[in-house]
């Protein structure tokens, strides 16, 4: 399996803040990697896919970057919403592993 | 505006078998991978499998010997069985459509294993 490993695990910012969460893939994984936020008690929703892509419908604040085994997702300017837990997932190989989660809290 | 509904039983006893559908709605169940997640209390996601809806399966090899994912496309459905569960197995279940990404989800649904 390719393991999935963000950092940082947990984080404190405020509202308008820069924010960069990172993850990095076992073995190459191409481009093939996906962000999801997810809201407490909320199903997880999709930010970006094959590591730039944004999804429509998502915010312009949010980008991602990489490829091979590192890749970026940076909130440009926090909103009250962005507090949640951030995810990456490989789409690669299967199983589709995710990271352990980055939660976002406020300073 | 495509919707996703998981429905079973919310709590399932140790050694038998977990039960969920998904129902699609908005869409078709042709093309796109259909997916079902857990995630345990607290904790992280973890992927279960797919299926094409073709029939082509693939499952997680931490779960392959208890997983079966089926499809039924004249009812725009997708089932999940987990067999022989334990409590590790107490998670929130989230059926999902993935293109690119896992762009559409269920609400998710608890299921408890315990007698």
């Known amino acids: 399996d390719i393991q999935m490993t963000q950092s940082p695990s947990s984080l404190s910012a405020s509202v308008g803040d820069r924010v960069t969460i990172t993850c990095r893939a076992s073995?190459?994984?191409?481009?093939?990697l996906n962000w999801y936020r997810q809201k407490p008690r909320k199903a997880p929703e999709l930010l970006i896919y094959?590591?730039?892509s944004l999804q429509s419908g998502v915010p312009s604040r949010f980008s991602g970057s990489g490829s091979g085994t590192d890749f970026t997702l940076i909130i440009s300017s926090l909103q009250p919403e962005d507090f949640a837990t951030y995810y990456c997932?490989?789409?690669?190989?299967?199983?589709?592993?995710f990271g352990q989660g980055t939660k976002l809290e406020i300073k | 505006q495509v919707q996703l509904h998981e429905s079973g039983p919310g709590l399932v006893k140790p050694s038998e078998t977990l039960s969920l559908t998904c129902t699609v709605a908005g869409g078709s169940i042709s093309s796109y991978y259909w997916y079902w997640v857990r995630q345990s209390p607290g904790k992280g996601l973890e992927w279960i499998g797919y299926i094409y809806y073709t029939g082509t399966t693939n499952y997680n090899p931490s779960l392959k010997s208890r997983v079966t994912i089926s499809v039924d496309t004249s009812k725009t459905q997708f089932s999940l069985k987990l067999s022989s569960v334990t409590a590790a197995d107490t998670a929130v279940y989230y059926c999902a459509r993935a293109n690119h990404g896992i762009e559409y989800w269920g609400q998710g649904t608890l299921v408890t294993v315990s007698s």
């Open positions: 094959t590591a730039s």
């Open positions: 073995q190459s994984i191409n481009r093939y």
């Open positions: 997932q490989q789409s690669y190989s299967p199983p589709y592993t």
